[in-house]
T-cell receptor, first 112, second 114 residues
Framework: KQEVTQIPAALSVPEGENLVLNCSFT??????LQWFRQDPGKGLTSLLL?????REQTSGRLNASLDKSSGRSTLYIAASQPGDSATYLC???????????FGTGTRLTIIP | NAGVTQTPKFQVLKTGQSMTLQCAQD?????MYWYRQDPGMGLRLIYY???????DKGEVPNGYNVSRLNKREFSLRLESAAPSQTSVYFC?????????????FGPGTRLTVT
C-alpha cells in the first residue's frame, strides 16, 4: 500500500535552534513531493514542491531534500522562530495514483 | 487575489439533513479538489475535477456528490448527513491535474453532524 509517514507526531524545540522534520514514503516511484504548513483552524499553505528529478528545494530558512532510493524527505528549518509553530504535512504523488497522498503531519512548537 | 475561498466556515447539521459546501478560486486553475481531514487520518480525497465539465471519485466518495459549476466553482453536496461525515473539509485547486503543479488550499469548512 502506498503510504506516507511522518514521525514524530509532535516536536518541541527552543527558539533559535535548527531542526529537521522527517517524511517517509513506501514506494520510490513518485512524481513529486510537497511540504505544507497548517496553522490551527486554518487551511494548508504550500511551502515547497520537489519534483522527482530534483534533490532539494530552498525557500528562505526552509530547505527540503528528497532521497527517492531510501524513500525519505526532510524539511530543514534554520534558526527557528515562534512563528514557525504549526503542523507540517508532507504529501506525495505516486506513479499510477496521480493524486496527493498525505502524511498525518508533525505538530511543531517553538519555545520562546 | 483571494486564492481559494470556501463557504461556510462552520456548520452544524442534524443527521439526515442536506447541505452544499461552496468553493471558488480566482487563479484560473483548471483542476479542483475536495478533501476531508480527520484526526489521525490525514487528508483524504473525496472528489476531484480535472477540468470544467468533468468530475471523478477520489478515495472516499460515498455519501457525497459534486458539481463543477464553471471553471471557478466546485461544490460538494451532502444529501443526507451522517455523524461519520463530521470533519473538516478543504477545497483545493491546481493549474492542471498534471503532477508537476502545486495544489493551493482554501481555509476549510468545519462540519459537525449530530
Amino acid at each position: 500500500k502506498q503510504e506516507v509517514t511522518q514521525i514524530p507526531a509532535a516536536l518541541s524545540v527552543p527558539e533559535g535552534e535548527n531542526l529537521v522534520l522527517n517524511c517517509s514514503f513506501t514506494d520510490s516511484a513518485i512524481y513529486n513531493l510537497q511540504w505544507f504548513r497548517q496553522d490551527p483552524g486554518k487551511g494548508l499553505t504550500s511551502l515547497l514542491l520537489i519534483q522527482s528529478s530534483q534533490r532539494e528545494q530552498t525557500s528562505g530558512r526552509l530547505n527540503a531534500s528528497l532521497d527517492k532510493s531510501s524513500g525519505r524527505s526532510t524539511l530543514y528549518i534554520a534558526a527557528s522562530q515562534p512563528g514557525d509553530s504549526a503542523t507540517y504535512l508532507c504529501a506525495v504523488i505516486y506513479f499510477g495514483n496521480e493524486k496527493l497522498t498525505f502524511g498525518t503531519g508533525t505538530r511543531l512548537t517553538i519555545i520562546p | 487575489n483571494a486564492g481559494v475561498t470556501q463557504t461556510p466556515k462552520f456548520q452544524v447539521l442534524k443527521t439526515g439533513q442536506s447541505m452544499t459546501l461552496q468553493c471558488a478560486q480566482d487563479m484560473n486553475h483548471n483542476s479542483m479538489y475536495w478533501y476531508r481531514q480527520d484526526p489521525g487520518m490525514g487528508l483524504r480525497l473525496i472528489y476531484y475535477s480535472a477540468s470544467e465539465g468533468t468530475t471523478d471519485k477520489g478515495e472516499v466518495p460515498n455519501g457525497y456528490n459534486v458539481s463543477r459549476l464553471n471553471k471557478r466553482e466546485f461544490s460538494l453536496r451532502l444529501e443526507s448527513a451522517a455523524p461519520s461525515q463530521t470533519s473538516v473539509y478543504f477545497c483545493a485547486s491546481s493549474e492542471a491535474l498534471d503532477r508537476a503543479y502545486e495544489q493551493y488550499f482554501g481555509p476549510g469548512t468545519r462540519l459537525t453532524v449530530t
